[in-house]
C-alpha cells in the first residue's frame, strides 16, 4: 500500500501561484511514477501532469503547459505541483495518484494508477 497526503491548497487571486505537495508512504517512492489531476464540480476527473519514477521525464495537459510545474523529491518521498499564473477556470480539487512502474505508462489515464490522496482544494477567484 502507499498512502499518499496532499497539501498547498487554498484560495488564491488569478494570477497568483500556489505549490501543491503530495506525500507519500508506504512503500519505495521511487518505485513509482506520479500523477497530478483535478475534477472540479460537474466535471470528470482531469489529467494536470505527471513525472517519471527518476524526474526524467515530465508530461502537462495543454491547458496548464507553461503555468505548471510537477518535480518529485525521491529523498522527501514527495512529489510538487508549482502553479503561477492561475485561472479561475484551475479551481478545482486536485489529486495526486502512483503508479507502479510496469512496461507503459498511460500517464493520462485515471486508471492507470494504483493509489490517490483525498485530494486538496484549490481555489482561484477572479
Known amino acids: 500500500q502507499v498512502q499518499l497526503v496532499e497539501s498547498g491548497g487554498g484560495l488564491v487571486q488569478a494570477g497568483g501561484s500556489l505549490r501543491l505537495s503530495c506525500a507519500a508512504s508506504?512503500?519505495?517512492?521511487?518505485?513509482?511514477?506520479m500523477g497530478w489531476f483535478r475534477q472540479a464540480p460537474g466535471k470528470e476527473r482531469e489529467f494536470v501532469a505527471a513525472?517519471?519514477?527518476?524526474?526524467?521525464?515530465?508530461y502537462y495537459a495543454d491547458s496548464v503547459k507553461g503555468r505548471f510545474t510537477i518535480s518529485r523529491d525521491n529523498a522527501k518521498n514527495t512529489v510538487y505541483l508549482q502553479m503561477n499564473s492561475l485561472k479561475p477556470e484551475d479551481t478545482a480539487v486536485y489529486y495526486c495518484?502512483?503508479?507502479?512502474?510496469?512496461?507503459?505508462?498511460?500517464?493520462?489515464?485515471?486508471?492507470?494508477?494504483?493509489?490517490w490522496g483525498q485530494g486538496t482544494q484549490v481555489t482561484v477567484s477572479s
Open positions: 513525472i517519471t519514477w527518476s524526474g526524467g521525464v515530465t
Open positions: 495518484a502512483a503508479d507502479r512502474v510496469s512496461t507503459t505508462y498511460y500517464y493520462t489515464s485515471v486508471y492507470e494508477y494504483n493509489y
Open positions: 508506504g512503500r519505495t517512492f521511487s518505485n513509482y511514477n
